[in-house]
């Protein structure tokens, strides 16, 4: 569904991503895991042309997409919901969810828009609600509802579980695992997101340093105490 072919990219001229590789089969969930300044949202960035590569190539579903517009990545299905939630604080929640419609399953907006608040029971009794007067983890939902109407082939999902409370994080988890789409799965919550993932990776200064399964990474002593801090 989605490979990664030796990506380079970064800021203006400062290098960042030194030669990414990196596959997501249709239905898996891959997690990506990486320090502060590994580079991870980087990736996510250029993967969905907000950050221009420098070389290298990223395919969708057989399309290349390495230097398409944001807005044709997102019309063909591969969405994500940032770090740090980006929901616009001065529209309503019911506005943010239609907002994810924008360029992308317009026509089915009402039907997508019942998938999202049986998911998400709790903004049904929000959607009036200023954004920017929920919790952090109702915007989580709500940033992830988002995202979800506009029918995503491939979602990334950068730090979901980010200043979330142990309880929330838990039922973070459990909602991602439940959803029925493809995730890229980017985060700093080893433990958890080993437990709902198919495959990882372990990325550090701009470099994939390991990739397989979580059993594999698990029974690597030195990825254990180096990079995951287990």
């Not at 969930?29 to 580079?39: C, K, T």
């Not at 996510?44 to 399309?63: D, H, K, M, Q």
């Amino acid at each position: 569904m989605l490979e990664i072919a030796n990506l380079r990219g970064g800021y203006g001229r400062v290098e960042v991503l030194r030669g990414i590789d990196l596959s997501l089969q249709q239905g898996e969930v891959v997690a990506l895991l990486g320090s502060n300044g590994a580079g991870k949202s980087t990736l996510n960035n250029t993967i969905c042309g907000l950050f221009p590569a420098f070389s290298g190539r990223v395919t969708f579903e057989g399309r290349d997409i390495t230097r398409a517009k944001p807005a044709d990545i997102v019309a063909a299905g591969l969405v994500q919901v940032p770090e740090g939630r980006r929901v616009f604080p001065d529209l309503s929640v019911l506005e943010n969810l239609e907002l994810g419609s924008y360029r992308r399953g317009r026509e089915r907006r009402t039907e997508n828009l019942e998938k999202v608040l049986a998911i998400f029971s709790r903004l049904k009794r929000l959607l009036g609600r200023t954004a920017g007067t929920l919790s952090g983890g109702e915007q989580q939902m709500l940033a992830i509802g988002r995202g979800l109407m506009a029918e995503p082939r491939l979602l990334i999902l950068d730090e979901p579980s980010l200043g979330l409370s142990p309880i929330l994080v838990e039922e973070m988890f459990l909602l991602i695992k439940s959803l029925q789409v493809s995730v890229l799965l980017v985060e700093q919550n080893v433990g958890q997101s080993l437990e709902i993932a198919q495959r990882a990776y372990v990325m550090e200064n701009g470099a994939i340093l390991f990739h397989g399964t979580p059993h594999e990474l698990l029974a690597n002593p030195d990825l254990k105490r180096a990079y995951l801090g287990l």
